[in-house]
């Protein structure tokens, strides 16, 4: 059982759509991050969300942090090819014991 | 700044034999993990040391596996002996104190036949 829940597992967009993904989970995180992971790399930081309630944004990537601090969602305006990955977002009770949900695999077609 | 550095990219291995896998943590970060990325289990916490101090290593899975940080600039994760089921992704990530982010490395491919 993870302890963050993603979803959906998969997306297939086409360029030009909006979309959400969600992480979510019934544990309280002290801090929470949104990673992506493109074939054979390692995951990148997007962001770091840590107030609840906190919303940052990212060129055309929204990021919301849930008022308990146990959620958070992505929300991509417009998506492009280059945005193709999977996002993993990832929480920490301290900042040492960062645990990772399983990822939505985001592929957006031209 | 080149980030960090995993050797080697690809591993592949015959079961029973010893692998090392290597990482180069990014200069002034204090602290390295090293996590496992498979398509069953996404990616888990193995270990991680602060200033070469192993401080947690509840996540690795057997006696097999082993872990040193020797210096500040070196760690390595050893599995001995190896086994299909250890076929994985190996990754290195650091932070510095006080930063929350981590910084991955490329990752080492092990492939267990």
């Known amino acids: 059982t993870q302890l963050l829940e993603q979803s959906p597992q998969f997306l297939s967009i086409q360029e030009g759509e909006n979309l959400t993904v969600y992480c979510n989970s019934s544990s309280v995180f002290s801090s929470l991050q949104w990673y992506r992971q493109e074939p054979g790399e390692g995951p990148v930081l997007l962001v770091t969300v840590v107030t609840g309630g906190e919303v940052k944004k990212l060129k055309r990537l929204t990021f919301q942090f849930g008022d308990a601090r146990k959620d958070s969602s992505l929300h991509i305006t417009a998506a492009q090819p280059g945005d193709t990955g999977l996002y993993l977002c990832?929480?920490?009770?301290?900042?040492?014991?960062?645990?990772f949900g399983a990822g939505t695999r985001l592929t957006v077609k031209p | 700044d080149a980030g960090v550095i995993q050797s080697p990219r690809h591993e592949v291995t015959e079961m029973g034999q010893e692998v090392t896998l290597r990482c180069k943590p990014i200069?002034?970060?204090?602290?390295l993990f090293w996590y496992r990325q498979t398509m069953m289990r996404g990616l888990e916490l193995l270990i991680y040391?602060?200033?070469?101090?192993?401080?947690?290593d509840s996540g690795m899975p057997e006696d097999r596996f082993s872990a040193k940080m020797p210096n500040a600039s070196f760690s390595t994760l050893k599995i001995q002996p190896s086994e299909p089921r250890d076929s994985a992704v190996y990754f290195c990530?650091?932070?510095?104190?006080?930063?929350?982010?981590?910084?991955f490395g490329s990752g080492t491919r092990l492939t267990v036949v």
């Open positions: 990832a929480g920490a009770k301290d900042n040492n014991d960062m645990r």
């Open positions: 200069s002034g970060h204090d602290y």
């Open positions: 040391f602060n200033n070469n101090v192993p401080i947690d």
């Open positions: 990530a650091t932070r510095v104190s006080g930063a929350f982010g981590y910084t």
